[in-house]
């Protein structure tokens, strides 16, 4: 569920008319509904109660520090990838022991940042970022919390481009090497282990996976335990789907991803976090673009939108679908039309979808493509020296700028020219 409904003929953010917002910011433009975020966020901690828990909200998803300010105030933890991600956590007000490190290239720099300002623990990708994380904390005098993250070999069956926990992808340590790297952690000087961490991929649309993945997590902990080490933790990754259609089938819920974590996991006393992204972020959030032109072709109509691949790289990257409204309803029982929808950008993947029935759509007006809060902004570039796109939080009755669209002067004061060219 989420708040983008139709009031008086016209698509609603909350109670803001996305029309007004148009007419404020111009577009296109993305929007996210604080109370869908909350929403979201809330069916994790609810469905993981009363198991001891942390939902860190995966920042790749959707990194708007407002967001960020917003989903900590509610008590998230942030599971961050980077430098940048891990400065844009604390410049939300998210304390250090509620933030996770995750990712396979973390630098010296990185992680000396993390342990300066604070880290509930790094998730460790590889033995020779171990090696460093210990020369790094060692040198800081400070001692890293550490959890490792296995790759179990599970076939998350979601697009190849997005799984991540079979043998042959970049991610993790081989679950059956685990036994050997937890027992050189526990050598070198630095680091302490608090548990494991696993992430088979994203936009999960069965639980059966994530049971695997998690069952073979199981038998880990014990293992490790009897090796004697202290487990105290174990970070489940994120990866459950969305709909992104209303007609598919939808995914697990989070009530159903809850229960399955308990029967597989609850009796370890452990506690238990999550890197959710694209269910907390994904449906709380639209991009609205304005129709440039209706260029009527040989054998098909073109709608050509003032949003691009550079702001919504998903439908060219992944072949993703997403659905696209109009903002103003078409009364029932209006004509439609086949429609291929694209943006301005000089290449044929710049395709948002091919023959898409919308109702008669002219000049000037506005459509709204939904699912659009994960992986959109972030993923946007300045291709073509686009600008990127403004983002705006509604809340109520409220909506305000989260981030300005650059003006085309900071846009190419960026570049420099040498004085001897
Ligand atoms: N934790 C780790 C370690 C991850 O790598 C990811 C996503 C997540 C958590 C969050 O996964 P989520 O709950 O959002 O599925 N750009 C792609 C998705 C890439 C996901 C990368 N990792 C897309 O647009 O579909």
């Keep these: 569920m989420d708040h983008f409904l139709y009031k008086n003929g016209t698509l609603h953010a909350e109670d803001v008319a996305l029309a007004d917002i148009a007419a404020s910011v111009g577009t296109p433009f993305y929007v996210y509904s604080a109370a869908t975020l909350t929403r979201h966020y809330r069916l994790f901690t609810e469905a993981l109660s009363p198991l001891p828990h942390l939902v860190c909200f995966a920042i790749k998803s959707l990194s708007n520090v407002a967001v960020l300010k917003l989903l ?11 430098g940048g991600e891990y400065l844009r956590a604390k410049a939300a007000g998210v304390p250090g022991d509620r933030i996770v490190f ?8 990185e992680m000396r940042l993390a342990l300066k ?20 904390a060692t040198e800081l005098g400070v001692v890293a ?43 070198l000087p630095g680091l302490k282990v608090v548990g494991i961490d696993v992430h088979i991929g994203s936009q999960l649309t069965e639980l059966e996976p994530f049971e695997l993945a998690f069952k073979k997590v199981a038998d880990l902990t014990r293992q490790l335990r009897a090796e004697g080490h202290t487990i105290t933790r174990l970070d489940l990754g994120g990866g459950l789907g969305i709909p992104y259609t209303r007609s598919n089938e939808a995914p697990p819920l989070p009530t159903d991803y809850g229960a399955m974590i ?11 976090e999550i890197e959710p992204g694209r269910l907390i972020s994904g449906n709380s959030g639209l991009m609205v673009s304005g129709v440039i ?7 098909r109509d073109f709608l050509i939108l003032d949003a691009a691949m550079n702001d919504l790289v998903r439908p ?7 659905d696209i409204i109009p903002v103003v309803e078409a009364p029932a029982g209006s004509p439609t039309q086949a429609y291929d929808i694209v943006g301005p950008v000089c290449e044929t993947g710049d395709t948002f979808a091919k023959g898409r029935d919308l109702p008669l759509l002219a000049e000037g007006d ?25 983002e705006v939080l509604v809340k109520g009755d409220h909506f305000a700028v989260i981030r300005a669209r650059p003006t085309y002067d900071e846009m190419l004061n960026r570049d420099s020219i040498p004085e001897w060219l």
């Design 72 to 82: 900590g105030d509610l008590g998230a933890g942030m599971d961050v990838v980077s």
């Design 102 to 109: 995750s990712g396979v290239g973390k630098t010296r720099d």
């Design 117 to 136: 300002g604070g880290i509930r623990q790094f998730n460790l990708e590889s033995e020779p970022e171990m090696r460093a994380l210990s020369q790094v």
């Design 145 to 187: 919390p550490v959890a490792v993250r296995v790759n179990p070999d599970v076939d998350a069956k979601t697009h190849e481009k997005i799984a991540t926990g079979k043998k042959e992808n970049k991610f993790g340590i081989p679950i059956d090497r685990a036994s050997a790297v937890y027992a050189e952690i526990a050598r």
């Design 262 to 272: 308990k029967r597989t996991l609850g009796d370890l006393d452990v506690e238990i």
């Design 293 to 299: 032109y209706v260029k009527n072709g040989e054998d």
């Design 316 to 322: 060219s990257m992944y072949g993703a679908h997403h």
């Design 366 to 390: 506005l459509v709204a493509f939904r699912s659009a809060g994960a992986y959109g902004a972030v993923m946007s570039s300045e291709y073509n020296t686009r600008p990127l796109i403004p």
